[in-house]
Nanobody, 115 residues
Framework: QVQLVESGGGLVQPGGSLGLSCEASGFTFSRSGMSWYRQAPGLERELVARISSAGGRTIYADFVKGRFTISRDNAKNTVYLQMNSLNVDDTAAYYC????????WGQGTQVTVSS
């Protein structure tokens, strides 16, 4: 059974940084593309970034390009999202999942950007 456990969220001021982690289990992590999504209140979940199974290819949504970096450590079954230059529009619950076919969603981690 796929399990995804996100962590690292919190409250940060505009312009600040946060690093998210997602520990995965229940599947062969090193063979799966991974992704980060986010969902703000009242809005649909949206794709933020994705990374290939070996980590050599990354793709970002336009609204995070140049500010966020997705990476992974296949030895630790963990995918990361480093978020810099955060703004209030980045406030959302952040989720990781497999890509392109998502599994069941984890609990997510809340990121709140506020002064």
């Amino acid at each position: 059974q796929v399990q995804l456990v996100e962590s690292g969220g919190g409250l940060v001021q505009p312009g600040g940084s946060l690093g998210l982690s997602c520990e995965a289990s229940g599947f062969t992590f090193s063979r799966s593309g991974m992704s980060w999504y986010r969902q703000a209140p009242g809005l649909e979940r949206e794709l933020v970034a994705r990374i290939s199974s070996a980590g050599g290819r990354t793709i970002y949504a336009d609204f995070v390009k140049g500010r966020f970096t997705i990476s992974r450590d296949n030895a630790k079954n963990t995918v990361y999202l480093q978020m810099n230059s955060l703004n209030v529009d980045d406030t959302a619950a952040y989720y990781c999942n497999l890509y392109p076919v998502p599994a069941s969603w984890g609990q997510g981690t809340q990121v709140t950007v506020s002064s």
